[in-house]
């Protein structure tokens, strides 16, 4: 048995496809109980729950399957949409009679199918009004706009209303790890940002512990309890607010909502800045109720996560141009500063840190977003960009020097 599903599974890793011994294991287990009804649909579904654990993943799936088990290699998507081109302009249908349309034998779903399969690797051309090719405009049962009391529609619109089945009836389009996130999905990945520690009366009961303590009371049951494990997550959330912020001013709302929702983030602190952080931060997006950096430093002890979100895009003069914060802060002077020096105290007072951008990498290279990200590690805001800085924030002491 595992013969016919290993190289599938090989066939899924090609196509960056997470799968390994567990997954082998577990879709052993499932066949062995018959779970896929003895057939290659059944085995398609079962295949898909057990292997795909991301949505992104679904169309690569769908792809080494196709591969693996009917013999379509990757460039037959091309085939698939080029027959697509040939039906987007489809010739007028012809009118037909009464007489000429009981004419038309009627075909089974089943049947239908197969004379799609072996029309699918016979073609080799466009057609229209003709009564066996995949056309327009016929009265063949494969194609658009075509006249068969119980063809096979192929596309994305018909004419006659008559098909009794869609070859496309997957319609979903590709999933895109590049897409800005939604609040579900910043859930789903900071659900992954986890530390834990025991805190409180120790009711909970310590299994390990009990076996060891009967163990050494020559059997006699001594239970042993301790205190649960509790989420130690705190986060520091800063974000950039205002100028060139303001296009993703939803997509940074959706992450604000998700983390203050976040059930496994023990401690959130929020507040807000533009462009760059000069001595001081704000509790509210219209920049009211300022904290002193050097303050709230002081205040947080450095297993907080920082996470910052902007666009790191500013004047350079903003950036590495020198000012009296300390003075704009507390009102006394001190020394002058960068706003680059200024987001270094922060680097160096956490241990764990990481910036989010929404502009694409490529409008990193060069400028005060380079700059920035000497400082900070820097991740693309969207699905893969976030899993990769959580991925980071829950590492060890990874402070940049």
Same mark, same amino acid.
């Given at each position: 048995?595992?013969?016919?599903?290993?190289?599938?599974?090989?066939?899924?890793?090609?196509?960056?496809?997470?799968?390994?011994?567990?997954?082998?294991?577990?879709?052993?287990?499932?066949?062995?109980?018959?779970?896929?009804?003895?057939?290659?649909?059944?085995?398609?579904?079962?295949?898909?729950? !057990?292997?795909?654990?991301?949505?992104?993943?679904?169309?690569?799936?769908?792809?080494?399957?196709?591969?693996?088990?009917?013999?379509?290699?990757?460039?037959?998507?091309?085939?698939?949409?080029?027959?697509?081109?040939?039906?987007?302009?489809?010739?007028?249908?012809?009118?037909?009679?009464?007489?000429?349309?009981?004419? !038309?034998?009627?075909?089974?779903?089943?049947?239908?199918?197969?004379?799609?399969?072996?029309?699918?690797?016979?073609?080799?051309?466009?057609?229209?009004?003709?009564?066996?090719?995949?056309?327009?405009?016929?009265?063949?049962?494969?194609?658009?706009?075509?006249?068969?009391?119980?063809?096979?529609?192929?596309?994305?619109?018909?004419?006659?209303?008559?098909?009794?089945? !869609?070859?496309?009836?997957?319609?979903?389009?590709?999933?895109?790890?590049?897409?800005?996130?939604?609040?579900?999905?910043?859930?789903?990945?900071?659900?992954?940002?986890?530390?834990?520690?025991?805190?409180?009366?120790?009711?909970?009961?310590?299994?390990?512990?009990?076996?060891?303590?009967?163990?050494?009371?020559?059997?006699?049951?001594?239970?042993?309890?301790?205190?649960?494990?509790?989420?130690?997550?705190?986060?520091?959330?800063?974000?950039?607010?205002?100028?060139?912020?303001?296009?993703?001013?939803?997509?940074?709302?959706?992450?604000?909502?998700?983390?203050?929702?976040?059930?496994?983030?023990?401690?959130?602190?929020?507040?807000?800045?533009?462009?760059?952080?000069?001595?001081?931060?704000?509790?509210?997006?219209?920049?009211?109720?300022?904290?002193?950096?050097?303050?709230?430093?002081?205040?947080?002890?450095?297993?907080?996560?920082?996470?910052?979100?902007?666009?790191?895009?500013?004047?350079?003069?903003?950036?590495?141009?020198?000012?009296?914060?300390?003075?704009?802060?507390?009102?006394?002077?001190?020394?002058?500063?960068?706003?680059?020096?200024?987001?270094?105290?922060?680097?160096?007072?956490?241990?764990?840190?990481?910036?989010?951008?929404?502009?694409?990498?490529?409008?990193?290279?060069?400028?005060?977003?380079?700059? !920035?990200?000497?400082?900070?590690?820097?991740?693309?805001?969207?699905?893969?960009?976030?899993?990769?800085?959580?991925?980071?924030?829950?590492?060890?002491?990874?402070?940049?020097?």
């Amino acid at each position: 048995m595992s013969a016919a599903f290993v190289p599938f599974l090989y066939e899924l890793r090609a196509r960056k496809v997470k799968v390994g011994a567990q997954e082998a294991v577990a879709l052993a287990k499932a066949l062995s109980m018959g779970l896929h009804d003895s057939s290659l649909d059944g085995f398609y579904h079962l295949a898909r729950a !057990i292997c795909v654990h991301r949505e992104s993943d679904l169309d690569a799936f769908d792809e080494a399957f196709l591969s693996h088990f009917k013999g379509i290699a990757g460039s037959s998507l091309e085939l698939v949409r080029e027959l697509d081109e040939w039906l987007k302009d489809p010739a007028n249908r012809k009118e037909l009679t009464p007489e000429e349309l009981a004419a !038309i034998d009627a075909i089974d779903m089943e049947t239908l199918k197969r004379l799609f399969e072996e029309r699918m690797k016979e073609q080799k051309e466009r057609h229209q009004g003709g009564n066996r090719w995949i056309g327009t405009g016929g009265t063949s049962p494969f194609g658009q706009f075509g006249a068969h009391p119980s063809g096979l529609r192929v596309g994305s619109q018909g004419g006659g209303r008559s098909a009794m089945g !869609i070859a496309d009836a997957r319609r979903y389009k590709p999933y895109r790890s590049d897409l800005l996130l939604d609040v579900r999905q910043i859930e789903v990945a900071l659900r992954k940002l986890r530390a834990f520690q025991r805190e409180g009366q120790p009711d909970e009961l310590d299994i390990d512990g009990t076996i060891d303590a009967t163990a050494k009371n020559a059997g006699e049951l001594e239970i042993v309890v301790r205190p649960p494990r509790k989420s130690n997550v705190r986060v520091l959330l800063l974000m950039d607010v205002g100028g060139s912020m303001d296009p993703f001013a939803d997509t940074v709302s959706r992450l604000f909502s998700a983390a203050k929702r976040a059930s496994n983030i023990r401690t959130l602190k929020t507040y807000y800045f533009h462009n760059c952080i000069y001595g001081r931060l704000y509790e509210t997006e219209r920049f009211t109720d300022p904290v002193p950096v050097d303050e709230l430093l002081h205040d947080l002890a450095a297993e907080w996560k920082l996470v910052l979100v902007g666009d790191a895009a500013m004047h350079p003069a903003e950036l590495l141009g020198a000012g009296d914060y300390e003075y704009y802060a507390t009102g006394h002077h001190g020394p002058a500063q960068t706003g680059l020096s200024q987001l270094q105290k922060f680097a160096d007072h956490f241990k764990r840190a990481a910036w989010l951008n929404p502009d694409p990498p490529s409008y990193w290279r060069g400028g005060t977003a380079e700059q !920035i990200a000497r400082v900070f590690p820097m991740f693309h805001l969207t699905l893969d960009g976030l899993g990769d800085a959580i991925h980071h924030l829950s590492k060890g002491d990874v402070r940049k020097r």
